[in-house]
C-alpha cells in the first residue's frame, strides 16, 4: 500500500498532525508513506493507493488539480482532513474572507470552508451506521473547530451536527443549518473522495504573523479516542482492497 501525505499550511501545528498521522501509518507495516510540503510531488501521487492531506490555506495549482482528478478517477483514495477545503484572507476592517478562488480543486473536494465559530463542545450525529466508516459508531461529542461549508457537489454525508448562531470572525457570519457535514463520501470516477472536517490544532508559534505567541496550545478532536477510530478507519478506508 503506497500513501502520499501532503501535510502543510497556516495557523495549525502542522507537524503535530503529521507526526500522528505517521504514527497511525506506521501500525501497518504494508504500508509506504511519501510526505510532501504542498500538492507538487505529481510522481508520488501517481504510485500512491491513498492520498492524505491536512492542510490549510494550501491550493494547487491548475495542473495539480487535474493530477489530482486524474488520481481519483483512475481509483484513488483521497482522505482530506480539517482545512484542506480552506481559503482564508483577512479584510481590513479584521474580519476572515474564505473567497472561491480554486472552483476547480473545491468542486473536486465537495465543499468549500466558510466559517466556524468560536471552539465550544458539540455533538455529532451519525448520519448513515450502514457505512465501514460508521458502522457500530454511536453519536458523540467534541470540542472542536465547527466546521461550515458551501457544499460544490453531491456528497454523502456519514457523519453530521448542526449549528444555528454567528461566526463573529468571518464575513459569512449568520448561519442555520440543520444539517452540517463532519464526514461525508464522495465517490470521483472510479475513486473516492472522504473528508472528515474534525481535528484543529495549535501550538505556540502557529499564529504568527498574526500573533507571536498563542498562549493555549490546542489538540481538540485528537484528544478523543473516536477522531483515532475515525482516523483508522479512514485509512483502511483506502486499502486497494476496500469495497
Known sequence: MKVHLVAAGKYH??????????????????????????????????AADLLITYTCDLLPDAAQTEALAAFLARGGRWLALHGTNATLRFGADGLVDTPDVAPAFTGLLGTRFAGHPPIAPFKVFVTRGDHQMTAGLRDFRVEDELYLTHRTAEIDVLLHTGFTGSCPEFRDSEWDEPEVPVLYERRVGEGAILYLTLGHCRGHYDLRPLADFWPHPQRCSWNYPVFAELLRRGIRWGLPQSG
Do not use: H, N, Q, W
Open 13 to 46: 501545528d502542522i507537524d503535530f498532525a503529521r507526526l500522528e498521522l505517521l504514527k497511525l501509518l506506521a501500525e501497518l507495516p504494508e504500508a509506504r508513506t511519501s510526505v510532501a510540503s504542498d500538492y507538487g510531488d505529481l510522481a508520488s501521487l501517481a
